[in-house]
């Protein structure tokens, strides 16, 4: 088959489940010279589903929980880093992507603690990390993690990011934004993202809404005390 990313950029998008990833990584395919996955089987179009080289978030205790295991932190050390698995997970992705495209995007939540492992396969790769709020990621994660309280679930997103902000500094190609700005100001934020992919043109703002966190930030605001989160 060849190298199917010869050439072109590959762009890996990280960030827990609920921050994001999903309507960011649909806007950057509706860039024209933009390819995300598409037609596949896998839940939320996510790369780390169709590949069989790295254990996926489920293995790890899944959304909520998957980063609280030393495990599912992988670097540039790890013995999963050959030419033979880059091979396998290329393989596995590009009947996904539209080939013609200059630039190829993955999306997996367990990326964001593997920034250091996808750079060692990868090592033009682009990574855009979308970080939100740890209440309304916990909040909105509840309802996957039904035995996961909520001091259960803010204390992973503390561990997901402890794991990430020390490993950015060793990671060439990072742009980090928050969904928050994301969502308050798309143009703007999508700006930073497009010359950060070195793009032509604008990336399409129209699929990001800026609603989506308001019911969680009202059930906070619910809560009479700290206590619940017990």
């Known amino acids: ?6 050439g072109k950029r590959l762009v890996f998008v990280a960030g827990l489940h609920r921050s994001g990833t999903t309507p960011l990584a649909k806007v950057l395919a ?9 037609g596949t089987p896998a839940t939320e179009d996510e790369g780390q589903h169709l590949q069989d ?3 996926v978030a ?7 929980r998957f980063a609280l295991d030393p495990a599912a932190h992988l670097t540039e050390a790890s013995p999963l880093v050959t030419p033979e698995n880059r091979e396998r997970m290329l393989a596995a992705w590009a009947p996904y992507w539209d080939l013609s495209k200059p630039v190829l995007v993955e999306k997996s939540p367990p990326n964001l603690v593997m920034t250091r492992f996808l ?5 033009e790769a682009y990574h855009v990390v979308v970080v939100r709020h740890p209440v309304v990621v916990s909040l909105s ?30 990671v060439k190609r ?15 934020t999508l700006g ?14 129209g699929g990001i809404r800026p609603d989506r966190s308001t019911a969680y930030e009202q059930a906070w605001d619910a809560m009479a005390t700290g206590s619940l989160l017990d």
């Not at 509706?30 to 598409?38: E, Q, R, W």
């Not at 750079?119 to 090592?123: D, E, I, K, R, S």
């Not at 803010?154 to 500094?169: E, I, Q, S, Y």
């Open 1 to 6: 088959m060849g190298d199917p990313v010869a």
């Open 30 to 38: 509706d860039h024209p010279d933009i390819a995300g996955f598409s």
């Open 53 to 55: 080289v790295y254990p």
């Open 58 to 64: 489920r293995a790890y205790g899944g959304p909520g």
């Open 119 to 123: 750079q060692a396969l990868f090592p």
């Open 141 to 170: 994660t509840k309802k996957w993690t039904r035995t996961t309280s909520l001091h259960g679930l803010m204390r992973h997103w503390f561990a997901a990011h402890d794991v990430f902000r020390a490993d950015a500094p060793q």
């Open 174 to 188: 990072l742009l980090v934004i928050s969904y928050e700005a994301l969502t308050a100001r798309p143009e703007e």
């Open 192 to 205: 930073q993202v497009g010359e950060f992919l070195d793009l032509a043109t604008p990336i399409p703002a």
